[in-house]
């Protein structure tokens, strides 16, 4: 098992490509199972959870091979039970995006519940809902999902929208079965992300007829779809990260391949901070040459600030001048890298649904845990401004859902690399300051505050 070395203190400088869509590719590569003829995608990025995905596929009785660099075809063989492996699906959330397209096909599935990040509580009842308002039988028992259409799916007036508002995934289930079912279904509350509109785009290039506006979607059910090719949109979460790696090390760096006008929201909130962003066509420039200020971002569906963006965001706060406040409205418990930024010397403070992080105290190298892929990001971010060394532990995570991460900052200048983690790594003990030993307590100065913090409970500074 490998560990991500950070050498802090360069600014990153250059042009970087933007990879494929990690959740633009992962519901495309489950709509297959809905196409009579072969499907060849273009722009699949190398990820963790597209080979997951591709084993779930196999599992169902599809073939797939690469074509190209960056291409995949994949056909429908000879359907198998439906039954996926737990241990594939245990891999990824996305696993769930099979549910549709089989149900749509007339085919039983059994579906062990997905993986995914462990970002807080990821239900499926909306799933579950929308696929059943269609005709779907559907039980959920012992952690695993067992379904089955009684002849073809029907049309139905359906509410996608939960208490934490629309549901990606779900939104890709409920259009994937629609699209084969007999009638009109009316989607509303449904997910406005990009890579909806996308999924919605290539559907119709294979022959089914579904319009969206907003949150409503409409699906005029056919009998069959073709396959065909299509080229999977830029991963706009992985454009975010690399401009926030620009803004942390001071740095300047020209983003290319993307699509600006889907981060708007994230734009915004970086030149609220103190960030230049110039946009052009499918490119921007990311150029931080000033202080950073401290900044209030709320987390919410599309087109507010992404969730996945947050924890990328936060690394950045960390050297604002001032006090900024950070929420998740979709996944309110979203806060795994908070500890290890804590570790680099961070002062961050949690509240309901949301951290404050005060800011412009320096960061220094840490080993570190990264404990999701978006934290695994921001731990790599942060490490990038702090002096010394940042050890992340958890590169696991990192491959799942950034492609090529640490060779894209390496060629802007990053001092990163991959080392294997030793057996023994000891973390050195160092004489502290006043000459008493450097002891984990004070690893974290927010833990050590706290143990001075005021009786009344107050904050430590
Ligand atoms: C997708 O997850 C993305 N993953 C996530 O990205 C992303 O954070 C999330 O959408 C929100 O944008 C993929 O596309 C593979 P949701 P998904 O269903 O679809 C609640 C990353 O880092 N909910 O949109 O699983 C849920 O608890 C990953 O790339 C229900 O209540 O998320 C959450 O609060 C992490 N019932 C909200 O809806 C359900 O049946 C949004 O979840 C489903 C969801």
Partial sequence: MDV????????????????????????????????????????????????SMLRVLRSLGMTWKRTGTGEVTLENG???????????????????????????????????????????????????RG????????????????????????????????????????TANVVCAAALARGTTHLIGAAQEPEIADLVAWLNACGARIAQVGSE???????????????????????????????????????TELMPAQLDAVWTALQAMGVTVARQSNQVLIKRDGPLLPIRVAARPYPAFPTDVQAPLSSLTLLAAGSSVLRDEVFPERW????????????????PGGIVVRGSFGLRGAPVQARDLRSAGALVLAGLAAAGTTTVRGVTHLDRG????????????ADVSRAPLLPTAITPIRPWRSGRMFTARDADPCAFGRHLAPRNGGSVW
């Fill in 402 to 413: 950034y492609e090529s991460l640490l060779e894209k900052l390496q060629t802007l200048g």
């Fill in 336 to 351: 795994g890298q908070v500890s290890a930024l804590r570790k680099l010397g961070g002062r961050i403070a949690t509240i």
């Fill in 217 to 255: 979607i409409v699906i005029d059910g056919v009998e069959c779809l073709a396959g065909g090719k299509h080229t999977i949109l830029p991963d706009r979460i992985e454009a975010a990260t690399l401009a926030i790696a620009a803004a942390i090390t001071g740095g300047e760096v020209l983003l």
């Fill in 131 to 170: 696929l059943a308002a269609l005709g779907a039988d559907l039980v959920l028992c012992g952690g695993i999902i067992r379904g089955r259409a009684a002849g073809r799916l029907r049309c139905a007036r359906i509410n996608l929208c939960g208490e934490r508002g629309p549901t990606v995934t779900g």
């Fill in 78 to 128: 000879r359907p198998s039970s439906g039954a996926v492996p737990a241990e594939l699906a245990g891999r990824l959330r996305a696993s769930l995006c099979v549910l549709g397209p089989l149900l749509a096909r007339g085919r039983s599935v059994r579906l062990p519940l997905p993986g995914g990040c462990r970002i807080g509580d990821r239900p499926v009842d909306l799933h579950l």
């Fill in 4 to 51: 991500i070395q950070v050498r802090g203190g360069r600014q990153l400088r250059g042009r970087v490509a933007v990879a494929g869509s990690k959740n633009g590719a992962l519901p495309l590569l489950a709509s297959a199972l809905l196409c009579e003829t072969p499907v060849t995608l273009a722009r699949v990025p190398r990820l963790a959870d597209v080979t």
